[in-house]
């Protein structure tokens, strides 16, 4: 399987030589706005709270909504999440919350902007999508006109939709974990969680793998911070009983989904990498084509009569979301996907195990950025490129950058990602 960084460095652009950059030196040089995917009522037993965070995960800000409202976690709803290392303005929902409550809330790194109420749950995907507004410093001003020019191309053929890298965890390693699971080796999987330490590990994290290996498990679970509960309760298990698929179901079962996703995305991946050599703009016979006004697919039985639509971004060819419910294409593309599945010595029935199956989907290989832009500007900080855009539920801002810069790395962790609902029509992802 191919390393970490070749899971999603994929690129459009490849001739284009990439500005130098960097992202998030502060909290406002990355600025997400939530769009919603319905209006809300005004009435009902939700109440609904626009938040501003700075600096803060989504969870960690459920989790402090919570406290100060003092109600269960599962009683608060979100759309998506959305980056820590940022200012990031999303829906939350809230049962039985009084909104007056809501509105005097005085939480450190949050601030409530809006309040009103709707008759549901906000659920993962019900967003149509992210506006951002990165500024990128330490950068090549005097590149601007043809930064504009890429920008624009990629509007007109489509980013490649594939997950980026915070899609596979710090370490760069959930979706073998996912595999694991999908290949029913759970010894594997729990080895992966909670030991072979590797380069991106540090401090008490690497010294809490190392005691892992070494069969120290109760030090292993003293070392593992605090917020790392799944870990820890893993590792009580494992002390406790020495039984490693024990210790696994120990583990959240949203969790453990999560590594699965990651072994679809990873998946899903290759083939967008397969597909870019002919071109993510053109359509194949037996395709499943992704209408990107609704988010349906259908089969395309005539490429021929097809191809003005996906020139016209009407339709795109969609790529596989692994799962034992998922709908194979046929032709070409249904041979392509089958290889992939074979070459990991699995079927879609791999997918159907135990209580993490994943049902699968469709995703569309490319996205087109709307309402995009590049301009210079400047503040104290000195000189930056802004670019701003809107994208689509489940795409990356992630693709969109590595398209156009070579950006310097990140010393903080992976940015949260939004939970990736765009599947076909009538099917989950799992």
């Known amino acids: 399987m191919a390393a970490t960084a070749e899971i999603w460095d994929i690129r459009l652009l490849e001739d284009f030589k990439r500005a130098r950059g960097v992202i998030k030196l502060e909290y406002e040089d990355f600025v997400v706005d939530e769009v919603p995917l319905y209006d809300f009522s005004g009435q009902g037993s939700h109440t609904y709270v626009l938040i501003e965070k700075a600096g803060l995960s989504t969870v960690q800000a459920i989790h402090d909504l919570a406290s100060a409202l003092n109600v269960k976690r599962r009683d608060i709803g979100y759309a998506g999440l959305k980056d820590a290392r940022a200012v990031t303005r999303q829906w939350i929902s809230i049962e039985h919350a009084p909104p007056d409550l809501v509105r005097k809330l005085d939480i450190p790194r949050i601030r409530v902007l809006e309040v009103t109420s709707h008759t549901n749950k906000l659920r993962t995907g019900h967003l149509a999508g992210n506006r951002f507004r990165i500024r990128v410093r330490h950068t090549d001003p005097d590149r601007l006109a043809e930064l504009q020019d890429a920008l624009a191309t990629l509007c007109r053929r489509g980013v490649p939709n594939h997950f980026g890298p915070q899609r596979f965890g710090g370490r760069g390693d959930t979706w073998l974990i996912g595999r694991a699971l999908v290949q029913n080796q759970p010894e594997d999987a729990v080895d992966l969680i909670l030991g072979r330490p590797g380069p991106r590990d540090h401090g008490d994290i690497l010294r809490a793998r190392r005691s892992y290996d070494e069969g120290r498990y109760r030090d292993a679970a003293r070392r593992w ?199 076909e029509r009538g099917q989950g992802q799992g």
């Open 225 to 423: 911070p605090g917020m790392f509960r799944d870990e820890r309760r893993a590792l009580k298990a494992l002390a406790e009983s020495n039984n490693k698929r024990r210790a696994l179901a120990s583990i959240d079962k949203t969790t453990r989904r999560l590594y699965v996703s990651a072994y679809q995305s990873c998946l899903f991946n290759r083939v967008v990498a397969m597909r870019l050599a002919t071109g993510l703009d053109q359509v194949w016979p037996g395709d499943l084509a992704w209408l990107h006004g609704s988010g349906a697919v259908f089969r395309v039985e005539d490429a021929a009569v097809e191809q003005p639509r996906a020139d016209s971004f009407e339709i795109s060819p969609s790529g596989p979301l692994f799962g034992y419910r998922m709908t194979a294409p046929g032709g070409r593309a249904g041979e392509m996907e089958q290889q992939i599945l074979a070459g990991e010595g699995a079927t879609l029935d791999s997918f159907s195990a135990g209580p993490i199956g994943a049902k699968g989907g469709r995703r569309p290989l490319r996205f087109a950025p709307r309402e995009a832009s590049v301009r210079l500007a400047a503040d104290s900080g000195g000189p930056y490129l802004e670019l701003g855009f809107f994208l689509p539920r489940g795409c990356y801002a992630t693709a969109v950058l590595n398209e156009l810069f070579d950006l310097a790395p990140q010393r903080d962790r992976p940015e949260e990602e939004e939970e990736e609902p765009g599947t």
